[in-house]
């Protein structure tokens, strides 16, 4: 065993021969989060006189579909494998995922995230990307940038077009690393979005500018947007330097390029009503107003501007755009319009791409997150709805058992209460180890979800969720389960991205929707 032998080891078959009294022991055991169960983890062992419960060895048949390679022996051959709903990394160097952000270009969506492999999952070490042409059903790719060998972690980043891109056909990506001690943003570039070359050098390393930010202090993830009369503005989380004048009401950095690659820092634009400092997810320009996306983990915010250089104000409404077990909401442009993606995240820490949503801004100017049309092909095969033993049960089970570990979407309508005091409506969807998750919706639409027992007690409300508008009733729903993940939407609306507290096991119930149940439609 040698912690240091990957890095220089042939990429290879690697061996190594060096005379050590450790040994390795791989992958995972029983007792092992699924990140560490890989056949590429490794960690240190002093040999057979330690043993433990859960050192032992595993026997592994390999299938025909799986010898088969690419001419990449260290990657296996992921291009035939197809996932849709929640999309999770399975490459052997990429089995943790964290932010994401995506990019559309000439038909093909190119998904790209932060990720690494291995117990620090906190660590990340590289990004990896999918590729989708109908932004529904993704297949990976793999590695695509990996962190210098001196750099302790890898920081999240975007894409976008170089200003001259009709003379050079280039696209650039931004990306951070921290090295000793002090966070930095660095650039690659691409031509085709699949393969991409780090910068090399000291004019492609951008630092803090010590007048406005501090010089050790959060420096990554560049967003951009078009600056009038050429070039760029940009975005990125930061820490101003509150003692400056000119930083004092900053909790963002912002800045100008002319080409995409040389930055020039500007004084931090100034937020009106939000002091606490946090990290940007993406800043566009929709009918006249900027709108950044900025998180404040585990929450997603909005903040408004009239114009690029701030002054930033909170939302009026709908200021959290999510709240539930997901994180780092990103814009990206469609040819159709503006739509948005972030990832989910399990109770295990695990990470997954959520499903693409429509953003839709109504006539006061309020941005939501909605369900995006072409989510529809996600529907591949309708399945007959069984009618519940007791339709009118406080949880009305229905009669079918779905295949909730390949994923399920259940539409249908539900009659809202008449009053605050009525008995809520929603879905309950059963997890395994008797546990179970109630969505419960009272007569304004303001929802609450959390665990609920079969028979509709005990619920306690772990995510409440105002979306601030006004919902039909009967109101249109869509609920889609995937092992544990789940999103619910009323009148297309993203209620929220939930995390059960264990794997579901396929049996939806009603509760108190009675007339819900004729309107009932399914798909796997």
């Given amino acids: 065993y040698d912690k240091d032998f990957?890095?220089?080891?042939?990429?290879?078959?690697?061996?190594?021969?060096?005379?050590?009294?450790?040994?390795?022991?791989?992958?995972?055991?029983?007792?092992?989060?699924?990140?560490?169960?890989?056949?590429?983890?490794?960690a240190r062992w002093v040999g057979p006189k330690q043993v433990r419960y859960n050192?032992?060895?595993?026997?592994?048949?390999?299938?025909?579909?799986?010898?088969?390679?690419?001419?990449?022996?260290?990657?296996?051959?992921?291009?035939?494998?197809?996932?849709?709903?929640?999309?999770?990394a399975q490459h052997q160097e990429t089995g943790n995922m964290w932010d994401v952000w995506l990019y559309h270009h000439a038909g093909t969506y190119f998904l790209y995230y932060l990720a690494n492999v291995g117990e620090h999952r906190w660590r990340w070490d590289n990004i990896s990307m999918a590729t989708s042409l109908d932004g529904v059903?993704?297949?990976?790719?793999?590695?695509?940038?990996?962190?210098?060998?001196?750099?302790?972690?890898?920081g999240t980043g975007s894409t976008w077009k170089s200003p001259a891109f009709d003379k050079d056909g280039k696209f650039y990506m931004n990306f951070s690393e921290e090295i000793?001690?002090?966070?930095?943003?660095?650039?690659?570039?691409?031509?085709?979005?699949?393969?991409w070359t780090r910068l090399k050098g000291e004019e492609y390393r951008f630092v803090q500018n010590e007048q406005w930010y501090t010089k050790k202090g959060r420096w990554d993830c560049i967003w951009t947007t078009p600056k009038p009369g050429g070039g760029l503005y940009g975005y990125w989380?930061?820490?101003?330097?509150?003692s400056k004048k000119d930083a004092a009401d900053g909790i963002f950095g912002f800045g100008e390029s002319l080409d995409g690659v040389h930055w020039k820092a500007l004084a931090p634009p100034r937020v009106i009503d939000d002091e606490n400092s946090g990290e940007v997810g993406a800043v566009e320009k929709i009918g006249g107003k900027y709108y950044m996306l900025f998180g404040h983990y585990p929450a997603m915010t909005t903040l408004v501007a009239d114009?690029?250089?701030?002054?930033?104000?909170?939302?009026?409404?709908?200021?959290?755009?999510?709240?539930?077990?997901?994180?780092?909401?990103?814009f990206f442009r469609h040819p159709e319009g503006l739509l948005a993606c972030h990832f989910t995240q399990a109770r295990d820490v695990e990470v997954s791409f959520a499903p693409i949503k429509d953003v839709r801004i109504d006539h006061e100017g309020t941005l939501r997150l909605g369900w995006w049309k072409e989510n529809e092909k996600m529907k591949h095969q309708s399945i007959a709805v069984k009618k519940p033993v007791d339709p009118k049960a406080s949880v009305a089970l229905l009669g079918n058992s779905f295949d909730t570990k390949q994923g399920?979407?259940?539409?249908?309508?539900?009659?809202?209460?008449?009053?605050?005091?009525?008995?809520?409506?929603?879905?309950?969807?059963e997890c395994t180890n008797d546990l179970g998750v109630g969505v419960l919706i009272d007569s304004t639409g303001v929802a609450e979800l959390g665990p609920m027992n079969v028979d509709g007690t005990g619920f306690k409300a772990e995510k409440p969720v105002d979306r601030e508008m006004t919902f039909g009733s009967p109101a249109a729903f869509r609920l889609l389960v995937k092992g544990s993940l789940m999103e619910f939407y009323l009148d297309d609306i993203l209620?929220?991205?939930?995390?059960?507290?264990?794997?579901?096991?396929?049996?939806?119930?009603?509760?108190n929707a009675e007339e819900t149940i004729d309107t009932l439609k399914a798909w796997n």
């Fill in 180 to 195: 000793s001690g002090r966070q930095n943003i660095y650039f690659a570039e691409s031509t085709d979005l699949l393969h």
């Fill in 137 to 154: 059903h993704w297949t990976e790719k793999g590695p695509i940038l990996k962190k210098t060998p001196g750099a302790k972690w890898m």
């Fill in 307 to 330: 114009r690029p250089e701030g002054p930033f104000r909170k939302a009026k409404k709908n200021y959290k755009v999510l709240t539930g077990h997901t994180y780092f909401s990103r």
């Fill in 237 to 242: 989380t930061a820490s101003p330097d509150r």
């Fill in 6 to 42: 990957y890095s220089r080891s042939p990429s290879v078959d690697p061996e190594n021969t060096t005379e050590t009294d450790l040994r390795c022991l791989r992958s995972g055991s029983f007792h092992s989060v699924p990140a560490v169960s890989r056949s590429s983890q490794r």
């Fill in 55 to 88: 050192y032992g060895m595993r026997v592994v048949v390999t299938t025909d579909a799986q010898e088969k390679s690419d001419g990449d022996t260290n990657r296996p051959v992921l291009d035939k494998i197809v996932q849709s709903m929640f999309y999770k």
């Fill in 408 to 429: 399920i979407i259940i539409e249908g309508t539900l009659k809202l209460p008449k009053g605050k005091e009525s008995p809520r409506c929603g879905v309950y969807i």
């Fill in 495 to 511: 209620i929220e991205s939930f995390a059960l507290p264990a794997n579901a096991t396929g049996r939806i119930g009603l509760i």
